[in-house]
């Protein structure tokens, strides 16, 4: 009596097939990614034309997508969807990074209206300076 085996079994695969398979598989996968990482690269060549110096919270943006992309990119290659995975972590660190760019940016408004307010002061310190010195003179004579 011969063993006959199912159709669908895996032992039917020569490896050769199951070689292409894999090479399919991996083909889309790497495919995923580099669409992923294409539209990033599309995506802060857009920002970086924008005109003008880029912001810290744009930077910030454009830094927490790159980074969560990444991040995300190889979090779901372990998973087997790098191009969601990418997608999910591009969109989680462009937020994270607008909202510390967005600290940034409101720290150096601060840092730049102090820094006005000490300028003002300080010429009103030499222009009193000079008055006083004025009027040393003119008591003088």
């Known amino acids: 009596m011969t063993e006959r085996k199912s159709p669908n079994s895996l032992t039917n695969f020569s490896f050769g097939t199951l070689g292409r398979l894999l ?18 690269v599309l995506l802060a060549a857009v920002v970086g034309c924008s005109g003008g110096p880029l912001t810290t919270r744009e930077k910030g943006a454009g830094i927490g997508a ?14 087997g969807a790098p191009g969601i ?16 760019g967005d600290q940034l940016q409101g720290q150096e408004q601060k840092q730049t209206d102090q820094q006005r307010q000490i300028n003002t002061n300080q010429a009103e310190l030499d222009r009193q300076r000079r008055e006083v010195e004025e009027l040393k003179k003119q008591k003088e004579y």
């Open 23 to 40: 090479l399919l598989a991996l083909e889309a996968i790497m495919r995923q990614t580099f669409i992923g990482l294409f539209a990033i």
């Open 66 to 79: 790159i980074g969560g992309a990444a991040v995300g990119g190889i979090i779901g290659a372990a998973v």
């Open 85 to 100: 995975g990418a997608a999910v972590g591009g969109t989680l660190g462009l937020g994270a990074g607008v909202l510390i």
